[in-house]
């Protein structure tokens, strides 16, 4: 707990002390990415629950905020509990089916993908959601309608990590995180003890779907414009994969390591032989691939296997 | 440009340089952002406009610069916007750290949204080369400038010479099928063709939307086959268009004209070089140059020489948006952002070699910018319409 | 729409696309059944194979179906160092990260060809390329019809090989008992590194294939992946028959729906299908 105290207090003061609009615009990515691995990680790392769709729930809540706001005329505040409530429900309904017909490992890796495509073809094809043209949010800016200076934004995604990391914390101390991880770790003798599976598991893949569409509303306002493929498309779905698998599953710290170490890698990568492009991501992926080589337990695991 | 042009820009700029004392001759570049998605599935596009504006830099300095503030060359800070706004976000601030008087791109219109709502937060003026998106300049977003049309712009004169095309041969076309691709441009282009052709007389008989990619065109032509449209209006981007041309002639399907609206390879050069004879006879409204300007035959035959590259719209359009910048920051007199923001508010420039006449933005938009129709003809791309630029007649309806 | 003209030349169609998709999910299904991996990287291997025809062609004037006996080989070396020096040591047995090796793998890949090649798409042109052939009332490309008797025969060679051969059988082993099959001296690494080159192998033949009737550029594979899992699935993990079958039936479903509900919605019965299956019948609609 103390350390999310400090955690929360240095990013906290980062806009007091640092001008720099690129820098600043990278910790709030850095923090959207953490948003995104910590959201995975409760399933995935916790859970034990891969999932290669998790976009399914993040362009979920993008598209309720858009629709509600650009639509219905919605407040943009209003409409947040509402996408994450929409995204618990996406959640809940993938995880019913799934779970309801045992699908385990990369049975349910794939059938979350195949969510995801669903989703994607669907928004393309129904007129609500601006089919392909997607969604423009109307441009206002001002704190009452969730269109922030950049230290607003950075506070509100803050925010959001924050409540992930106290979520993640109490995972993994608490009764029901108990259970999540005895599922995790043995699924029939989690069963045989007396904890209801199924239930355990659909409360996570809730659980992460809601901080998911918290990710896409966060999305939506900070770019102003979704469409279908940057809702549902793989490139989200990747995103919330990685960090949490570099940085450590399973743990409390994993997707923030995992997060600050790609975006990291990345920008330092972006400069690199500006007159051929493709060469930084050659590089990126290299080293991807020499992380996973070296450290097989992520960042946290290597971290504390260090301590001991 | 011509020779006595060239010669009085040189010697006024040696005059111009050699009034300076020795120690200030060398003046602080303009730093000018150049953010393309030239990684990623765009990346095509993306390296292709990344040419046209650096060819542009050079030409410009090469030309001496900006004479106003003593010949001061233009630097470009090149970008990758990795085919995603987000992307495109973090160049944008990373360029106005690095201090640029302006931003010039993004090629696409997801990725240009993003990257002018960022720019603006600097007041940071940004020129869009190419995104057609009309959401793009209905923002009242103060810094964005289009050179470009939109593809309202676009539909609308597609339409209208759709018309002018068919009244004149007597009207031999009395039912259209249109097939688009599933994002952005090709639905809003469906959209508005559907709106509106019927009231030419051209009765919409099917609407066809695609996904990107899509891996065969079989069944899509088996349909056009079945319906038999007089027109096929496609609207799609390069590696689509190029399948259903080829399936098209595969399965010997040959409507009366096949029209296109910002046809992806119908005015490529790449694409008549490839299938010479499945391009033939194809119409497309799109982005063109002036082929009446003698300059912009000089830049192809450039562009031409280099090994694998074409002249595509995105090499033109990108370095006529340079050079507008170019010219704005020479009335301006500065390179600073307020400043060259007024400029090209102001601007009525007209040394370009598209077909738009003098420059004049009104909210953003360059009001004067319009498409051209083309025709491929004997392996090669014709400007068959408005009639002022024609250099060749259409034929329409197309034998083969 | 339901004339039967056109149905007729729908399924026609089907089938020929079906079988690029199987030729695809061959190798995929080899990979999966065996080293029970999700091969992220298999879209961008296609793409260095389409690659590899396409300069073959280019350079050598090798017709695509002569780049067969070049292409095949030339993917199996390659499939068989990737596992042996990269995907094998990187992931130390891990599931989650062998994902993340793959995926690393294809981004370096398709970067690398970006880097090589430029984003240009390339296209072939063959004297097969506007070569039809009449079937009732359907009019098929040559090339397709080609990749159709293809698919049938690589797979015959997969089922031939798997039963009969001694790898085969070796293989077969390693997917059902990795640790019984080490015990009785089977070399398992070597026995992954080959399943993982034969995995390839198939996608270099599938590569002589499409070439013909398609494209490439660098990111030309990711069209392909969703469609190989699907069909890996619905056959049945690890069994080449599955994927022969699934793939015919995807790319049939694939183009009626089409037909009868859209291009951009009928895509989404691929999915349906893939999630019905997962649900209903997870282990594929064909005994392994």
Redesign the interface.
Known sequence: MKKIFIFTGLVALMPVFVT???VL??VV?ILYATLLGQAWNIL?GFGGQ?S?GHAVFFGTGAYASAVLQAKFGWNAWAALPAAIALGAAAGAFIGA??FR?G?R???F???T???A??FR??A??VPFTG????L?L??EPGARNFQLE?AGFLYVILAFVVIALLISHWLKHSRYGAWLQAVRDNEAAASALGVNVFRVKLGAIMLSAALMAAGGVFYVQY???I?P??AYG??VS?EA??GP??GG?GSVWGPVLGALVLNLLGETT?GLV?????????V???V???M??FL?RGLAGTLRGLKR | MNKRRQFLLNTTALAASSALPLGVRAQTPIKVGVLHP??GFL?YS??LSRLGATMAIEDINKAGGIKSLGGARLQAL?G?AQS???AG??EV??M??AGVSAVVGAYAS?IC??TT?AAA??NLPHIVDVGV?D?IVE???KNTFRFGPGYKTVTEASIAQLHVLNTVAGKPAKTVMIVH????F???TANLLSQQLPALGLEVKEVI?H?NPTRDFSNIVLRIKAVNPDILIPANYYNEYALLVRTLRQQGVQPKAIYSVLGGAASSYKFVKEFADAANGVLDVNHWFNPKDKRAWALKKRVDAMPDQFFTYEVYMNYTALHLLADAIERARSAKREDILRSLESSKWSGHVMPYGPTQFVNGQNIGAAPLMMQVQKNDIKVVLPREYRESEPVFPWKA | MFEFGIVFSAILNGLTQGAVYALIALGLTLI?GVL?I?NFAHGAALMMALYGVYFLQRSFGLDPYVSLVVMVPLMFAAGYAAYRW?IG????G????I???T??????L??????LWKSDTRTIETGWTYKMVPIGPALLPLPKVLAFAGALAVAAVLLFFIKKSDLGRAIRACAKERQGARLVGIDVEHVFAMSFGIGLACLGAAACFLLPAYYVN?TVG?GFV?VA??IV?LGGMGSFAGALAGGLLIGVVESLGGLWF?E??G??GI??I??AV???R?QGLFKA
Not at chain 1, 274 to 282: D, F, H, K, S
Not at chain 2, 181 to 184: K, T, V
Not at chain 3, 103 to 108: E, P, T
């Open positions: 720099s609009g690129s615009n990278l990515m995935a891969f290669f089916l799934s017909y699908l490992g990369s049975y890796a794939l059938v993908l195949a969510f495509e669903v073809v669907l393309n094809n089919m392909g043209v997607g423009m109307k441009l950049r770019f102003q414009y469409d493929s940057i793989p490139a990747i994969l990685l698998i570099v599953l972006r500006e007159n051929a492009p493709g060469v930084n991501l050659i990126y992926g290299v991807l691939v020499a996973i080589s097989p | 030239v990684t990346a993306g390296n090149l990758d995603q706004p987000q976000v973090a601030e990373k106005n750290e997801a949204l993003a709502q937060k600097y998106a959401q923002r009242g977003l691709e599933e994002s952005l090709g639905t809003g939307k996904a | 999966y029970h999700i990269v040591r990187a992931s130390h891990k599931d989650e990260n994902l993340l090796v995926l690393g793998l294809a981004i370096v398709e970067n690398l060809a970006l880097f660098p990711n969703l899992f699907t699935v859209g951009s919605l895509q989404m999915f349906l893939f999630i997962l649900l209903f997870p």
